[in-house]
């Protein structure tokens, strides 16, 4: 088995701050995703990877960056945190297409 | 892109009776369908999938339908236990690539 480490598992920032998520992974998975999720309104993609130094935009991924230059981690940058993005951020990985997607345990942000 | 409708937000069963659980998908080409449950406070974990090529799935208590024509797949929990109380995301994975579109999930709620 594997495990998909995200931190830091709450994160604080001020609005108009640049803020960083990381997220690591054990299982030699190619694929790696950035999720954001609000209350009521489910997951939505904000980027994803498909092997070291890919990136693919997902449907949110305006205000964000993200970074993958090892293909156990992947990290995503909020570049300018704003009052409405308080949401819970999920990082996943797979093997590859059709095989199952496991989940980290999230990063709650709040901007204040 | 692709766009995945999760028609209940809210589904309440009595223990022991069935739920369903329906979602629509857009994109004619997806043929991955899974299903992911998050129990309260906890990430999501894959509970079960179904290809394109098949239409029916079963896994213990588990069975998940998919109609193509009608781009319609729906998860059945049979025998409804009180650990089944959670929310559920279906989601639907594009052929060509890796991008994983969610529903906005169902919470469901078992009652003794």
């Known amino acids: 088995g594997g495990i998909i480490t995200q931190t830091p598992k709450f994160l604080i920032g001020q609005e108009g701050q640049k803020l960083t998520l990381k997220c690591q992974q054990n299982f030699n998975h190619d694929t790696m995703y950035w999720y954001r999720q609000d209350s009521g309104k489910g997951l939505r993609l904000i980027y994803y990877s498909i092997t070291e130094n890919d990136l693919q935009k997902g449907d949110l991924s305006e205000g964000y960056d993200a970074s993958r230059e090892k293909k156990s981690s992947f990290s995503l940058t909020v570049t300018s945190a704003q009052k409405n993005e308080m949401a819970v951020f999920l990082c996943?990985?797979?093997?590859?297409?059709?095989?199952?997607?496991?989940f980290g345990k999230g990063t709650r942000l709040t901007v204040v | 892109g692709e766009k995945v409708e999760q028609h209940e937000s809210t589904l309440s069963v009595r223990e022991g009776d069935s739920a369903v659980i329906n979602c629509t998908y857009t994109?004619?080409?997806?043929?991955?369908f899974p299903w992911y449950k998050q129990e309260a406070g906890k990430s999501l974990h894959f509970v079960i999938d179904i290809r394109s090529n098949v239409d029916r799935k079963q896994s213990q208590r588990l069975i998940v339908l998919l109609d193509k024509k009608a781009k319609r797949f729906s998860l059945h929990i049979t025998a409804t236990q009180p650990e089944d109380s959670a929310i559920y995301f279906c989601?639907?994975?594009?052929?060509?690539?890796?991008?994983?579109?969610f529903g906005a999930g169902t919470k469901l709620t078992i009652k003794p």
């Open positions: 989601a639907a994975r594009d052929y060509g690539n890796e991008k994983i579109t």
């Open positions: 994109d004619t080409a997806s043929s991955y």
């Open positions: 996943a990985s797979s093997q590859g297409k059709n095989t199952e997607v496991f």
